[in-house]
Structures are given as C-alpha cells and as structure tokens.
T-cell receptor, first 113, second 113 residues
Framework: DVKVTQSSRYLVKRTGEKVFLECVQD?????MFWYRQDPGLGLRLIYF???????EKGDIPEGYSVSREKKERFSLILESASTNQTSMYLC????????????FGSGTRLTVV | AQSVTQLGSHVSVSEGALVLLRCNYS??????LFWYVQYPNQGLQLLLK??????LVKGINGFEAEFKKSETSFHLTKPSAHMSDAAEYFC???????????FGSGTRLSIRP
C-alpha cells in the first residue's frame, strides 16, 4: 500500500514562529499536494508540486511556502505563524496522469497560540 | 468553472436504512470521479473511483456509486447503514486537463440507533 506520512499528528506553535510541516510518500508519486481543512470551508488547496523542485500556488498560498528537494518529500512552511493558520493540514500524493486518485496522509492538527 | 456540488452538508439516517449521498459535477466531458471518507481526526481514505470502465462502481465497506452522464451525477449509496459509517464523505472530480482534484464541500453522515 502507498503510504503518505505526515511527521506530526498534533502540533502547538506560538505566533510568529516559523513552522515546518513534513510529508513523505513511499511510492514514487510525482504529484504532491498540501491542503488545509476548516469546518464549513472544506478542503482548500495551498500549494502543489508536479515534480521535484517544481511548485504551483493553489487557492490560498498567502502566508505559506513549500519545498520539494526530493521526490518523496514535500514540506509546507509557515513563514510566521498566525492564529488564523490554526487548522488541520492534509498532505496528499498521486501518480502523474489521468485517472489516479490521491492518497492522503493522516493529517496534522496545528494550533497557533 | 469546473466544480463539484454535494447536496446536503449533513445527512442523518437510521441504522439499517438506505444511505444516499448526492454529488453532481459540472462538465459535458465525463471526468474521473471519486468518493472519499474521513473519520474524525484522520486523513481522507478512498472509497471508490469511476474511470469510465463501468458506470456502477463498487467500493469498500459496502458502498457503491453510479455514474449518470445524462444527470452529471455520481451519487453514493449503501443499502443498509451501520453505526461505523458515521463520517464525513467527500465527492471529488479530476478533469482530463488537470492533475488537481476538485473536492466537494463534504457531507457529514450521522447514523441514528
């Protein structure tokens, strides 16, 4: 089975801190994605990457950046954490091409205080 | 704009009753379609997917969905609800021109004893 592993299930950070959320997949998927999920707002795409060193902005990239130095790892960076970034963060990966669905990690629930 | 609509943010059924969760997509060209389930504090898990092989798709946990091109629908059903089916369900579409999956807003399914 494909596994997508997010480094932390729960994380508490202080306002202004730089926060790194890590995501690793083990099935050589080209595409990787970061979403945030908030009650009533569904899943919103923050950033995605089609391949190593490639990145594209999603629908809500402000306040975030990403890094994809290796194919298996896609990191989400909160440059200066704010309370409105308290959320559930979901990482996903998929094979390049049509018809393939996402495989999701278990999520990281981030609280910024 | 390409989109996917889930009718009903919350559906409640009795244990043993039929489950019907509705999903409509907006495109004249049949996309790839998915249903995901999310249990509390977990990531999303793929229930089933439609990739044009058959209009009736069977998934895990007794769920199935039928693709109806004339109605641009992909409703999820289960003949007899179980308490363990309580979760949030997301319909999602992948259009042929993109690698990003578009998610519906989700439907929370509650099961009454």
């Amino acid at each position: 089975d494909v596994k997508v592993t997010q480094s932390s299930r729960y994380l508490v950070k202080r306002t202004g801190e730089k926060v790194f959320l890590e995501c690793v997949q083990d099935m050589d998927h080209e595409n990787m994605f970061w979403y945030r999920q908030d009650p009533g707002l569904g899943l919103r795409l923050i950033y995605f990457s089609y391949d190593v060193k490639m990145k594209e902005k999603g629908d809500i990239p402000e306040g975030y950046s990403v890094s994809r130095e290796k194919k298996e790892r896609f990191s989400l960076i909160l440059e200066s954490a704010s309370t409105n970034q308290t959320s559930m963060y979901l990482c996903a990966s998929k094979l390049q091409g049509q018809g393939y669905g996402y495989t999701f990690g278990s999520g990281t629930r981030l609280t910024v205080v | 704009a390409q989109s996917v609509t889930q009718l009903g943010s919350h559906v409640s059924v009795s244990e043993g009753a039929l489950v019907l969760l509705r999903c409509n997509y907006s495109s004249s060209v049949p996309p790839y379609l998915f249903w995901y389930v999310q249990y509390p504090n977990q990531g999303l898990q793929l229930l089933l997917k439609y990739t044009s092989a058959a209009t009736l798709v069977k998934g895990i946990n007794g769920f199935e969905a039928e693709f109806k091109k004339s109605e641009t629908s992909f409703h999820l059903t289960k003949p007899s609800a179980h308490m363990s089916d309580a979760a949030e369900y997301f319909c999602a579409v992948l259009y042929s021109s993109a690698s990003k999956i578009i998610f519906g807003s989700g439907t929370r399914l509650s099961i009454r004893p």
